[in-house]
C-alpha cells in the first residue's frame, strides 16, 4: 500500500497574482526552480531540497528574467531551464538558463497579442525519452510543446528546443483552430515510426459550447493533426495528462468539469492507435476537481495530482489510472493526504527517483497561493508501506518502508 508523509514547507516573499507563478524540479540534483511574477517583474528562485523535504539556500542566486505577467517553467534532465511569460504587451517570451541563474540564453519573442499558454517538457524526439534511468545517449538540446492562445481568437501548437548553450528556439507550429480553454500534454515516451522517434501529444478546448479533443504527433521535423473529436459540452475547467504503458502504447487521462452535475467532474481515458485514432475505454464521475497532474513513473499509468477538497484545503494524491483492456476501475486512489493551506491555484512537480523502482520514495512539490497573494513550497513524500500481520486475527503493526 502507499501513503504520503507532508514533510516541510517555506513561504515565499512577495506576492504573486494568480497564473503568475510556477514550479519545476531537477530530481539528480534535488533542484527547485520556482519562476514568478512580482511587481511586474519575473524572478527565477531556486533552492536545494533536502531528503527531509527542507528547501535550503543550495541552489543558488535568484534571476531576473525579464517583465511580464503570466509565467510557466519546465526543468530538463540536463539541468537546462526554460522561462516563458507574456509580456506588458502581450508577447510571449522565452528565455532559458543553465542549471539556475548562471549562464542566462538571450530572452526571444515567440508571438505577438497572446491571451494565454500552456506547456508542456518533452525532452528529446529521438530513440530514447527524456530522462530514462540507465540512458547514456547524450543530446545537445531539449524540447518542449506549448500552446498560444491569440487575443485575436484561435490557437497553435509550437515546438520549441533548447541548446545546451541555453538558446532557445522555437518552430514547427500548426494551426489548431478557433476555441480557448486549451489545454495540453504528451505520452512518457517517444515512437518508432518509420525510422524517426516523434512523440504523442493530446490537446482539449472549448468552442462554441463544444469540447474538443485532438491527437497529435509532435517532433523537430513537424507537428502534424492526426485525428480529432468533439461533444456537445459545458466546459469549465479542462485538463489532460499522457502516459506511455510501453513504447507505441500511449493513453491520456482528460478531466472537464462540471461533471454529470458541478459537485462532480467527469473522468475519461482515451487510447491511441498508431495513427492516432481516439477511442474512449473508460468512464468515471470522480468527487475530486484535479489543478494539475504530474509524472511517478516513466512507464505506467501511476499520476501525481494536487487539488482542492470541499472545504478548500490543499490535497495531494497518487492516482491509478485503468490500462486499456483491464477489469479495474478507471481511477484508483493509491494514497492521499491533505494540508492546511486554502488556495486559490496550484502547481505541482515530482521527483522521480533515478533507480525506477516503485520502491524509492518521489518527493512532490507543490506551490500553492492563497487569496491574499502569498505563495507556499511545500514538499510530500510518496512511499510504500508493508503491513505485516499473525496468522490469527490480532494485528502487529505498520512498518513504513523508507
Same mark, same amino acid.
Given at each position: 500500500?502507499?501513503?504520503?508523509?507532508?514533510?516541510?514547507?517555506?513561504?515565499?516573499?512577495?506576492?504573486?497574482?494568480?497564473?503568475?507563478?510556477?514550479?519545476?524540479?531537477?530530481?539528480?540534483?534535488?533542484?527547485?526552480?520556482?519562476?514568478?511574477?512580482?511587481?511586474?517583474?519575473?524572478?527565477?528562485?531556486?533552492?536545494?531540497?533536502?531528503?527531509?523535504?527542507?528547501?535550503?539556500?543550495?541552489?543558488?542566486?535568484?534571476?531576473?528574467?525579464?517583465?511580464?505577467?503570466?509565467?510557466?517553467?519546465?526543468?530538463?534532465?540536463?539541468?537546462?531551464?526554460?522561462?516563458?511569460?507574456?509580456?506588458?504587451?502581450?508577447?510571449?517570451?522565452?528565455?532559458?538558463?543553465?542549471?539556475?541563474?548562471?549562464?542566462?540564453?538571450?530572452?526571444?519573442?515567440?508571438?505577438?497579442?497572446?491571451?494565454?499558454?500552456?506547456?508542456?517538457?518533452?525532452?528529446?524526439?529521438?530513440?530514447?525519452?527524456?530522462?530514462?534511468?540507465?540512458?547514456?545517449?547524450?543530446?545537445?538540446?531539449?524540447?518542449?510543446?506549448?500552446?498560444?492562445?491569440? +487575443?485575436?481568437?484561435? =490557437?497553435?501548437?509550437?515546438?520549441? $528546443? @533548447?541548446?545546451?548553450?541555453?538558446? !532557445?528556439?522555437?518552430?514547427? &507550429? /500548426?494551426?489548431?483552430?478557433?476555441?480557448?480553454?486549451?489545454?495540453?500534454?504528451?505520452?512518457?515516451?517517444?515512437?518508432?515510426?518509420?525510422?524517426?522517434?516523434?512523440?504523442?501529444?493530446?490537446?482539449?478546448?472549448?468552442?462554441?459550447?463544444?469540447?474538443?479533443?485532438?491527437?497529435?504527433?509532435?517532433?523537430?521535423?513537424?507537428?502534424?493533426?492526426?485525428?480529432?473529436?468533439?461533444?456537445?459540452?459545458?466546459?469549465?475547467?479542462?485538463?489532460?495528462?499522457?502516459?506511455?504503458?510501453?513504447?507505441?502504447?500511449?493513453?491520456?487521462?482528460?478531466?472537464?468539469?462540471?461533471?454529470?452535475?458541478?459537485?462532480?467532474?467527469?473522468?475519461?481515458?482515451?487510447?491511441?492507435?498508431?495513427?492516432?485514432?481516439?477511442?474512449?475505454?473508460?468512464?468515471?464521475?470522480?468527487?475530486?476537481?484535479?489543478?494539475?497532474? +504530474?509524472?511517478?513513473? =516513466?512507464?505506467?499509468?501511476?499520476? $501525481? @495530482?494536487?487539488?482542492?477538497?470541499? !472545504?478548500?484545503?490543499?490535497? &495531494? /494524491?497518487?492516482?491509478?489510472?485503468?490500462?486499456?483492456?483491464?477489469?479495474?476501475?478507471?481511477?484508483?486512489?493509491?494514497?492521499?493526504?491533505?494540508?492546511?493551506?486554502?488556495?486559490?491555484?496550484?502547481?505541482?512537480?515530482?521527483?522521480?527517483?533515478?533507480?525506477?523502482?516503485?520502491?524509492?520514495?518521489?518527493?512532490?512539490?507543490?506551490?500553492?497561493?492563497?487569496?491574499?497573494?502569498?505563495?507556499?513550497?511545500?514538499?510530500?513524500?510518496?512511499?510504500?508501506?508493508?503491513?505485516?500481520?499473525?496468522?490469527?486475527?490480532?494485528?502487529?503493526?505498520?512498518?513504513?518502508?523508507?
Amino acid at each position: 500500500m502507499y501513503a504520503i508523509d507532508k514533510q516541510k514547507t517555506l513561504d515565499l516573499v512577495g506576492g504573486s497574482a494568480e497564473y503568475e507563478f510556477d514550479v519545476g524540479v531537477h530530481a539528480a540534483t534535488r533542484t527547485v526552480h520556482v519562476a514568478r511574477a512580482t511587481s511586474g517583474t519575473i524572478k527565477l528562485e531556486t533552492w536545494g531540497l533536502a531528503n527531509d523535504g527542507t528547501f535550503t539556500g543550495a541552489g543558488g542566486a535568484d534571476a531576473t528574467v525579464g517583465h511580464g505577467t503570466r509565467t510557466r517553467i519546465v526543468v530538463f534532465d540536463n539541468h537546462r531551464i526554460v522561462v516563458l511569460w507574456l509580456d506588458a504587451s502581450s508577447a510571449l517570451r522565452a528565455r532559458a538558463y543553465n542549471s539556475g541563474g548562471a549562464l542566462p540564453g538571450a530572452a526571444i519573442t515567440v508571438e505577438t497579442t497572446i491571451a494565454n499558454f500552456d506547456v508542456v517538457s518533452v525532452g528529446v524526439t529521438t530513440g530514447v525519452q527524456q530522462a530514462d534511468p540507465g540512458d547514456a545517449v547524450y543530446y545537445a538540446y531539449r524540447q518542449f510543446a506549448f500552446t498560444t492562445l491569440s +487575443a485575436n481568437g484561435g =490557437w497553435k501548437l509550437w515546438m520549441g $528546443a @533548447v541548446t545546451d548553450s541555453a538558446e !532557445v528556439v522555437v518552430g514547427p &507550429v /500548426a494551426l489548431g483552430g478557433p476555441g480557448d480553454k486549451v489545454a495540453l500534454s504528451c505520452a512518457s515516451a517517444n515512437e518508432v515510426v518509420n525510422g524517426a522517434h516523434p512523440r504523442k501529444a493530446f490537446t482539449l478546448c472549448r468552442d462554441a459550447g463544444q469540447i474538443k479533443t485532438r491527437s497529435w504527433r509532435v517532433a523537430s521535423a513537424g507537428v502534424t493533426s492526426l485525428a480529432s473529436a468533439a461533444e456537445t459540452k459545458p466546459l469549465g475547467i479542462g485538463m489532460v495528462h499522457g502516459m506511455s504503458i510501453a513504447q507505441g502504447n500511449d493513453v491520456f487521462a482528460t478531466v472537464v468539469w462540471p461533471g454529470a452535475s458541478n459537485d462532480t467532474a467527469r473522468l475519461q481515458l482515451v487510447s491511441l492507435a498508431t495513427g492516432g485514432a481516439m477511442n474512449v475505454y473508460a468512464s468515471a464521475e470522480i468527487a475530486e476537481i484535479p489543478r494539475v497532474f +504530474a509524472r511517478l513513473q =516513466w512507464y505506467g499509468c501511476d499520476a $501525481a @495530482v494536487a487539488y482542492t477538497t470541499p !472545504v478548500g484545503h490543499l490535497a &495531494v /494524491a497518487a492516482w491509478r489510472f485503468a490500462a486499456p483492456g483491464s477489469a479495474s476501475a478507471a481511477r484508483s486512489v493509491l494514497a492521499h493526504k491533505e494540508g492546511t493551506e486554502q488556495p486559490t491555484q496550484v502547481r505541482l512537480a515530482t521527483l522521480i527517483p533515478s533507480s525506477g523502482s516503485d520502491d524509492d520514495p518521489v518527493s512532490l512539490v507543490t506551490l500553492s497561493r492563497v487569496a491574499a497573494g502569498s505563495l507556499r513550497l511545500v514538499c510530500w513524500r510518496l512511499h510504500k508501506t508493508l503491513v505485516y500481520g499473525p496468522v490469527g486475527p490480532t494485528p502487529v503493526g505498520n512498518v513504513t518502508k523508507t
